[in-house]
């Protein structure tokens, strides 16, 4: 390999002349989709009072209804906010991309969605490359019992080599089971 791009000067100039360009088109050309959702069910309704006395609260919009909303991000802004009043589904999914997103895309768009069953859907898709348009899904998140604290595993018996007698008093084998779910190797 040659010693000239290890060089600061020679690397600034390699991405400032070439690689930045290129990445100012391409992240103009993303499109992040996702969607959110509220449920007013969730009001809470008890609550402490004086003795002898009822608790009363106040609800907004006591409807009870789940309202959801959806939009694309893209390097520059927010594209085709949309608000619903009901949950998301593949009928609801597919209107929003007919009337609201597809407008806004451009042929060589890149549409980044996640993997909910409802954008795994055909008409999505050919909506989508009928405007041009590639669709990527993001790769599945790990499922199971506290994958959150998968991190918190690798510290701990990084402490636990290096002698924290605290830690080797717990016994290993539900640990190393989780870790073996979460298909970790010891």
Avoid at 43 to 62: E, I, N, V
Wanted: net charge positive; hydrophobic share 35%.
């Amino acid at each position: 390999m040659a010693s000239e791009p290890q060089r600061p000067g020679i690397a600034r100039e390699l991405w400032t002349g070439r690689r930045r360009p290129f990445f100012n088109k391409a992240l103009a050309r993303l499109v992040f989709i996702d969607e959110t959702s509220t449920n007013a069910k969730l009001t809470k309704r008890s609550g402490w009072s004086a003795r002898g006395q009822r608790h009363r609260t106040y609800s907004p919009f006591g409807s009870w209804k789940s309202q959801t909303f959806i939009a694309g991000l893209r390097s520059h802004g927010m594209v085709a906010p949309w608000i619903i009043d009901r949950p998301m589904n593949a009928c609801i999914f597919e209107a929003w991309i007919d009337t609201q997103l597809a407008p806004t895309l451009s042929p060589g768009d890149v549409v980044i969605l996640d993997n909910v069953t409802f954008h795994k859907s055909e008409r999505a898709q050919e909506l989508l490359k009928a405007k041009g348009t590639w669709m990527l899904f993001l790769p599945p998140h790990k499922s199971g019992p506290q994958s959150h604290r998968d991190g918190f595993f690798k510290a701990q018996d990084a402490a636990a080599k290096a002698g924290g007698p605290q830690l080797r008093r717990h016994h290993p084998r539900p640990r190393r089971n989780l870790q073996s779910h979460l298909r970790y190797r010891m």
